[in-house]
């Protein structure tokens, strides 16, 4: 695996040496960097079909909700821990 080095303040430093517990470090911060890269894909395709169709509005984000809640009766797997 590349390796590469990063300098971070002294108080994130500690903040992730904290979080990261038992796990390694490097995992812990791989993670972080990976929900970081998905959430600026999701936003840039929000963009995009925002761009094409027009804002989402509250009315589209409750619906999609609407569609995509927790039905225990219907799912096989857990709910997402809260």
């Known amino acids: 695996m590349p390796r590469l ?3 971070l303040p002294a108080d994130l430093v500690e903040d992730v040496r904290a979080r990261a517990e038992r796990r390694n470090i490097s995992s812990w911060i791989a993670q972080a960097v990976a929900e970081r890269l998905a959430r600026e894909r999701l936003a840039a395709a929000i963009a995009e079909y925002e761009a094409e169709a027009g804002a ?7 619906a999609a909700r609407a569609r995509t809640t927790w039905e225990p ?3 096989r797997s857990k709910p997402p821990a809260a």
């Open 5 to 7: 080095t990063v300098t």
């Open 73 to 75: 009766s219907l799912r």
């Open 56 to 62: 989402i509005s509250d009315e589209d984000i409750d």
